[in-house]
């Protein structure tokens, strides 16, 4: 069974930073797509950053220029470097994976709270 399991949430002020991390104990193929959303109080989730085998990245506009997405050791991980945060980040962080067939693989969430 796949599993996704994220870390590095926590409480930090306005203006901090913080590194999100995903480890699957699969490893994706290069077909394969790996993300983060995010969903705060209230509100729907919402796809924050992807990043494909090929290392192409994409992120919403609300988070270009601050956070970056990276893949590493070799397709089973993924990080959210997170900088400049506000308060309107806060939410919990979820990682996701699509294999190459298509399939979609969830972790359970980490808290990111930003006070200001």
């Known amino acids: 069974q796949v599993q996704l399991v994220e870390s590095g949430g926590g409480l930090v002020q306005a203006g901090g930073s913080l590194t999100l991390s995903c480890v699957a104990n699969?490893?994706?193929?290069?077909?394969?797509?790996m993300a983060w959303y995010r969903q705060a109080p209230g509100k729907q989730r919402e796809l924050v950053a992807v990043v494909t085998g090929s290392g192409a990245t994409t992120y919403i506009d609300s988070v270009k220029g601050r956070f970056t997405i990276s893949r590493a050791n070799a397709g089973n991980m993924v990080h959210l470097q997170m900088n400049v945060l506000k308060p309107e980040d806060t939410a919990v962080y979820y990682c996701n994976a699509q294999n190459a067939a298509g399939t979609l693989y969830w972790g359970k969430g980490t808290l990111v709270t930003v006070s200001s």
């Open positions: 699969v490893r994706f193929s290069s077909g394969s797509t």
